[in-house]
């Protein structure tokens, strides 16, 4: 799939990659509660599970929304805010003490 | 401009010029009641024990006079020269979405109207009047806006007006960053648009970033007042710090978004007035963008009294010292730009040279706040409020009066009379500094801000007295230029395409512009298409009359249908009656849809 | 929608309206983020129950988290179609998208109704505000969703939808996705991590 530059005409992906990016999308989602469910990954349930809907996060905006292919201005329209909502996210977190352990310990408010 | 007359056309208008100036006559006529608000305020607190207004009456005051000034003066004048100026600064013949421009503008009348009704409301609440206008300060902390200590409609008005003025914001902020990013002329790369146009941008950034935090804030108050939700309540398990964050995420951005355009306007006047183009165009565009970026990092510096802890403060603290940086280039930028220059003491240049010094003393009085020990004195005192108005009316007020008298012929097609506005601006001036410079010691000797009255102990009352001297001296300039603006509508001197010898596109066009702007779109090869560089003659302006018919898209009533939507599912809270926000949203619904499959070419 | 900019020239080559809806999709961000941190910082600090072990049902949110992640591919999938010209699947797959999306809101009146009867609502505690006004602000965007959708599906019922707007149907996309990929955060942030 490529951008022209100053067009809109591009090779429009086939639905055979969409297909293929669902599939992913149904197994990640399956790998997540998965994790849920099975004690043994519960010391990691946390970092494995950001992970995996980063995952999907990432499949989904790039792919169905097109961004990977699209005109890189896109990505900073979205990443600029993206990535300021991430940081605030952070900041209120830690600002916020007892979120941090994400098991409920009342922190300085 | 159009030259269809009547009321129709002007409910109808998706012509930014016009909308510019709906924009800038209701920002004005809103400037004058904040003002008044001002008056009334420093005439209770003219003299110890005053009795002008009741204590409940000053809260009134103070917070309508805040919210007024920042989101129905400040904001939307700022916003009256986006609409005029930005499309021809860029050479285009509107913004990109005209219909939503004209929704925006009457989203913002209606949520100004909705805020100041509040005024004559109370009898409808079982109240007397002047008594249900929102009270909380105008950043309406919690819990004294939960129902509990606020039991009237006083923030209910406030925090849905707030709300849809909200909308408005965010619907002009994409609106312009589409246009300054996709609609230059040919040849008018991002480092050649003039810098009020690169101001706004970031300021828009800002905007579609910092208003849906407020927005939050504002739903949680919202439920919480409305159904009972916990949001701030600490009994719940919650903290009413969260408000003070989630307000301050917004806040603080918020004053770079007032302050960024009066900055791009005073980039545009001093140059043009010193016959010299801006000294480091480059770094004064970094600068700005960096103050927007970095603007996101300071928010808990108007937290320092909170009691966050000691890594917080000093993150914050350092975080606002950095942001001075920017800043102070900037300002070194526009001193150099004068110097050496040729100038010329026109009143633009008089109120361009009054904001770098006024914004020089409201930047230090701010850095004097980044030091959270230095600021626990100053915090909630009157200093802070000399700091902010220094800013504020030295900076934004005297920024944008800059750009009143710069562009008021282009807008007007009239000259404002020169001797008048010398006379507006000295008064102003020296009205502005006798009110806000006795602040800082009113406040650094212990007077605290939101106060109705002072007890004559302290010993207050001279400074007091000299501040309100000021304000009244305030007012007198602002009849100045008023009587200025209606002796020079019929009479003043007519403008030709370009007073000033001005270096950028709106120049070249006459005054006002044509209803399509351009006969011509032009090609534009400098970042001074109309000055003669050592590298590039003027440009040729555009022929008087264009060369083929320009399609200019007609009017809608759809925005403004649209825009009604809004009013009516406010008042179904401040009534309590579900079926009205049913109504409204029927009403939104209706008019967005006719508005979809409206036949529109722009 | 009617006639748009698309043959006039622009800046950067890119479409007006796309533009602006990813300053938008932006802008939302900074919204979801605000409703999801006040959710992480209350979190474990209600001081009554009913608590989140207590009534979050992790399979039936499954099954509505398959059924947004579908909608998706359906969505893409009426995009591919009404691109190449294909009207009759264009209709079918954005009906089906519209459809799922009925049956996530379904699925969120259900669980709402719920947990109404096991004693969480609003005013009960910062779980109940919390979780209800973050998912209620999902529910809402994917309720104008669909009307957007029926909308789109109508319009090409009526043949006034081809390859030549198509356009809009990619930005009816990006909306439909990004309000998925909120859901993905939440699904993970509120009822996977407890």
């Known amino acids: 799939m490529h951008e022209g530059g100053s067009a809109e005409h591009r090779v429009h992906p086939t639905a055979d990659v969409y297909l293929r990016v669902g599939a992913v999308l149904v197994i990640l989602t399956v790998l997540e509660v998965g994790v849920f469910y099975v004690p043994a990954f519960h010391p ?66 | ?206 905007i579609i970033t910092a208003f849906p935090v407020i927005t939050v804030a504002l739903v949680f108050l919202m439920f919480d007042r409305l159904f009972g939700a916990h949001f701030y309540l600490a009994s719940a398990g919650a903290t009413p710090i969260l408000w003070q964050h989630l307000f301050w995420l917004f806040g603080h951005p918020e004053v770079y978004i007032l302050i960024l355009p009066a900055m791009g306007v005073v980039s545009e006047v001093l140059p043009t007035f010193a016959r010299k183009p801006l000294f480091g165009y480059t770094v004064v565009v970094y600068s700005g963008v960096l103050i927007g970026l970095m603007g996101w990092g300071v928010w808990s510096h108007h937290m320092f009294a909170v009691g966050l802890g000691p890594i917080a403060d000093s993150a914050f603290a350092a975080t606002s010292m950095l942001i ?266 209706f008019g967005i849809y006719r508005w979809a499959f409206e036949p529109f070419e722009v | 929608m009617t006639h748009a900019a698309t043959t006039h020239h622009t800046s950067l080559g890119l479409d007006n309206r796309k533009m602006a809806f990813w300053a938008f999709i932006g802008s939302e961000c900074l919204l979801f983020t605000s409703l999801i941190s006040t959710y992480l910082v209350y979190k474990g600090r209600s001081v009554v129950g009913p608590y989140p072990h207590e009534i979050l049902n992790i399979p039936f949110t499954s099954v509505s988290t398959f059924d947004l992640l579908m909608s998706s591919l359906m969505m893409v999938l009426a995009l591919a179609a009404v691109q190449r010209g294909d009207m009759k699947w264009g209709k079918i797959w954005l009906f089906s998208t519209a459809l799922l999306g009925l049956v996530f809101l379904g699925g969120q009146v259900l669980e709402f109704t719920e947990f109404v009867h096991k004693g969480l609502t609003l005013s009960t505690n910062l779980f109940g505000c919390t979780f209800f006004v973050l998912t209620g602000t999902h529910g809402a965007h994917v309720a104008v969703g669909v009307l957007w959708l029926l909308t789109l599906w109508v319009r090409a019922l009526q043949g006034k939808l081809g390859p030549a707007n198509a356009m809009t149907v990619e930005i009816t996309g990006l909306y439909w996705h990004f309000v998925d990929v909120v859901w993905i955060v939440i699904f993970t942030v509120v009822y996977l991590i407890q």
């Open chain 2, 1 to 206: 401009m159009s030259d269809a007359k009547g009321l129709t056309s002007w409910l109808t208008t998706t012509d930014h010029k016009r909308i510019g100036l709906l924009y800038f006559w209701t920002a004005f006529g809103f400037f004058l009641i904040g003002g008044l608000e001002a008056l009334v305020i420093r005439a209770q607190l003219a003299q110890p024990n005053g009795h002008v207004v009741s204590a409940e009456t000053f809260n009134q005051l103070f917070t309508m006079h805040g919210t007024t000034m920042i989101f129905l003066a400040l904001m939307p004048l700022s916003s009256a020269f986006f609409n005029y100026i930005i499309p021809l600064q860029i050479g285009a013949r509107d913004v990109a979405f005209p219909r939503l421009n004209a929704f925006s503008y009457w989203v913002f009348l209606f949520g100004g109207l909705l805020l100041n009704a509040s005024w004559f409301a109370g009898p409808l609440f079982h109240a007397g009047m002047l008594n249900v206008a929102p009270d909380g300060g105008w950043f309406g902390y919690a819990n004294l806006t939960e129902r509990q200590f606020s039991p009237g409609p006083n923030i209910d008005f406030w925090q849905l007006g707030l709300q849809i003025l909200g909308v408005s914001s965010l619907a002009a902020g994409f609106n312009f960053i589409v246009t300054i990013l996709n609609l230059r002329a040919p040849g008018m790369t991002m480092m050649r648009l003039p810098v009020f146009t690169w101001m706004t941008l970031v300021t828009q950034f800002i």
């Open chain 2, 324 to 589: 001075a940086i920017p800043t102070g280039v900037k300002i070194f930028n526009w001193i150099a730009t004068l110097w050496g220059g040729d100038i010329r003491g026109t009143t633009a240049l008089h109120f361009a040279v009054g904001f770098v010094a006024m914004f020089i003393i409201g930047g230090l009085s701010g850095v004097s706040h980044a030091s959270p020990p230095a600021d626990l004195q100053q915090t909630d005192t009157y200093y802070v409020v000399a700091h902010f108005h220094y800013v504020l009316f030295g900076g934004t007020v005297l920024g944008l009066f800059a750009g009143i008298y710069y562009w008021w012929p282009k807008m007007t097609g009239r000259l404002l009379n020169e001797p008048l506005g010398k006379w507006h601006f000295w008064l102003q001036f020296i009205g502005m500094n006798l009110t806000f410079f006795p602040m800082h010691f009113i406040g650094l000797l212990g007077m605290p801000r939101r106060v109705y009255t002072y007890a004559p102990e302290l010993g207050l009352a001279d400074l007091n007295l000299v501040s309100t001297i000021g304000a009244f001296l305030i007012a007198v300039s602002i009849l100045v230029f008023l009587v200025n603006v209606w002796r020079t509508r019929r009479h003043g001197q007519p403008a030709p395409n370009d007073p000033w010898h001005g270096a950028t596109l709106e120049w070249s066009i006459s005054s006002p512009p044509p209803v399509y702007n351009f006969s011509v779109i032009p090609t534009v090869t400098s970042r001074l298409p109309r000055w003669k560089t050592e590298h590039h003659e003027p440009m040729r302006d555009p022929p008087a009359t264009p060369p083929a018919p320009i399609h200019v898209p007609g009017g809608s009533w759809w925005p403004l249908v649209a825009a009604c939507g809004l009013p009516v599912m406010a008042l179904s809270v401040l009534t309590h009656t579900l079926w009205l926000v049913f109504l409204g949203a029927a009403i939104l619904l």
């Open chain 1, 44 to 109: 990691v349930l946390v970092p494995v599970l950001l992970v995996l809907s980063a995952a999907k996060f990432a499949l989904v905006v790039m792919f169905y929304m097109h961004l990977k292919a699209d005109s890189k201005f896109f990505t900073f329209l979205f990443g600029v805010p993206l990535l300021l909502a991430v940081g605030v996210m952070v900041a209120l977190l830690f600002l916020f003490f007892g979120a941090l352990t994400l098991r409920g310990a009342p922190g300085a408010g």
